[in-house]
């Protein structure tokens, strides 16, 4: 099995390792977290990555000349520091997101499996609302600050939800 | 023709529109991201009133313009309640079946596990 193969198998949410004769060269779903952050950090290092950050960016971008009203419900427009700090985080978050604006002053990421297990980041200028469903559909909701670290706590969330083996 | 000031009934349809810039669209389920339900004053929809769908259809993309419009969606009012959401109606003068969807009948702003269980369960009825 090539790397490649192996990567993509990896990173398939119902790949399951049944080899049971060349264990030494799979690692299996309960690989530890530190080697799921070697495998987040080589699968989305490469160029789907950049594609994809450069495509958010734009997208931000495309936020930022949004005016009042824009969504014919009365949104406020954009402020630089929401845009900044989202563009922040997009340049230092380990995986890209799916990026979209909301009708309450908020940028939402997200990022979701096809097992229906869900990461959601909803960015406002003084917090981050998180929730996360797993695949039995139970759901956690909590609220971080807007921090010095908060980069780093984003980046662990991503690890753990491309981890995560329940 | 319902009167107004009347109470969302669970046998209602609401329906909501899905802009097309900027794009709310997820390509993979064919449905719009739950940032569409997030607004803040509640989540704005139009209440069925009876009418059939195409109407309800022609009706927005007259008051928005074809243009603007990349879906409308359409989810039950049975469903928002066993959501746990909280159905206002709020007609206006220039649309009488105005509504709109709250988290709670002390919050209006749409929690994101309500909004992302609103996401799941609508229904399209309209892609552009």
Redesign the interface.
Known sequence: MTAAVLMELKFNPDYVNNDSTNNDNIISRNASSSTDDQFISRYFSGKAKEGKKTENLAKLEEFELLQKNWNFHEANSFSKRLINLCRNLLSSLRAQPDVFPTGRDSIQFEYEKENGEYLEFEIFEDHIDILRIDKLEHEEEYRYAITDDIQDKLNELVSDFYGRQN | MISMDDKIEPSEKLYR?V?R????W?K?NGKP????F????GC?VDRDGQRPAQLIIDAFNSR?GSEKLKAIVCIEAAKCIEIGTYLLSCPTPDNEYHAEIHDSNSQK?I???KA?KLAKSCNVVYVN
């Open positions: 529109m802009l810039k900027p794009d709310y997820k993979e991201t739950s940032a569409v997030k607004d803040s004053s704005s928005f702003q929690r994101s596990s992302r």
